[in-house]
């Protein structure tokens, strides 16, 4: 069965840098575009990044743009999102998902002074 666990969330300052991993089984990850969303408290689940099969075709939500980068490494089948410049507002838990609909269990994000 499909499983996605993330990984490497935790307290950061604002301006730090934090990454964050997606460790995949349960099915070819290499055929699967892959994303991050993340669900601040009491907001909605808001999409946060996505990325093709092969790594190539990359987006980004606004808030995020520029800031952090998607990456996959389809021989480990594992899904990366580094986060750069984190802001209060990037506060939330951080899921993986693939483009067919499976979810993680998440990973706490907390930038705060």
Known sequence: QVQLVESGG???QPGGSL???CAASGFTFSNYGM???RQAPGKER????SISR???TISYGDS????FTISRDNAKNTLFLQMNSLKPED???YYCATSSGDWGQGTQV???S
Do not use: D, M, P
């Not at 995020?64 to 800031?67: A, D, Q, S």
């Open 91 to 93: 506060t939330a838990v």
């Open 54 to 56: 092969s790594g190539i």
């Open 10 to 12: 935790g307290l950061v």
């Open 46 to 49: 808001k999409f946060v990044a």
């Open 35 to 37: 994303n991050w969303y």
């Open 19 to 21: 990454r964050l991993s």
């Open 110 to 112: 907390t930038v705060s």
């Open 64 to 67: 995020v743009e520029g800031r």
